[in-house]
DNA sequence: TTGACATATTCCCATATAGGAATATATTGG
DNA sequence: CCAATATATTCCTATATGGGAATATGTCAA
């Protein structure tokens, strides 16, 4: 079996780096295809590539606007990767806490080398 | 170019969602690879192999206890997914505060169907 | 209609998969 | 040392990929 396809969700869509950019950057404002190609630098079909993967997930929505689409992120399909990860929250939270207290010598006398 | 590496970041390596399963798993409790393949319905090697991915991204870590290898997971590799997505929390917010205000029918009056 | 502009699709290819099967490596008890 | 247990690796294959190049589709202006 091969790797699931990246359309197949957001976290696969996600997955790589120029279609996270792309979502920066379109989560600030509508653009239109030339002016991604203009800001990342990607050819324009690459653009266009990526943009279906995004759109086929839900991540962004297009619309026609004479010759030009513009496309703009749809935020609420970035959720499921929020709320996945925000259930470690807490786990890395007493991590951190962990290393913290060892570092200030709490329990154990520090260690100097 | 191909697809990047599953072992190439966290958002690559938790694209299957199998290994978040398994994360989800080893968040809980250290757990030897044994107790993972009961508790997912994934052959011996097919854990082995994801929890090698998950290593060398460094979500997972692995210490050794007699024949058994038990397996924990690295809250902390998570973050950058978290810190990534929650960058668009106020988008979606807004997003869903104009849906909630377009049902309330404050602008428009509802049309009813 | 035609030409120019904007975007999308198709074809190409090297590459990394995930799982199955088989096997290798490591550790312990006796 | 050997057998048993636990885990890791290797080999296999079908498949989806991302970028490059070329081309197709769509829309407007005149």
Redesign the pocket.
């Given at each position: 079996?091969?790797?699931?396809?990246?359309?197949s969700d957001a976290f696969n869509a996600v997955a790589?780096p120029?279609r996270r950019d792309i979502l920066n950057f379109l989560a600030l404002q509508e653009r239109?295809?030339?002016e991604i190609?203009d800001a990342m630098d990607?050819?324009?079909?690459?653009?266009?590539?990526?943009?279906?993967?995004l759109k086929d997930v839900g991540l962004v929505q297009?619309r026609?606007e004479?010759?030009?689409?513009l496309y703009q992120t749809n935020a609420v399909a970035i959720r499921p990767l929020y709320e996945w990860s925000s259930t470690f929250e807490r786990f890395w939270r007493h991590q951190l806490l962990q290393v913290k207290e060892r570092a200030e010598g709490k329990k154990d006398p520090v260690k100097v080398n």
């Open positions: 079996m091969p790797r699931a396809a990246t359309t790589e120029r239109s295809v030339g190609v990607l050819e324009q079909p690459s653009v266009s590539k990526h943009l279906r993967v297009a026609r004479g010759r030009r689409m």
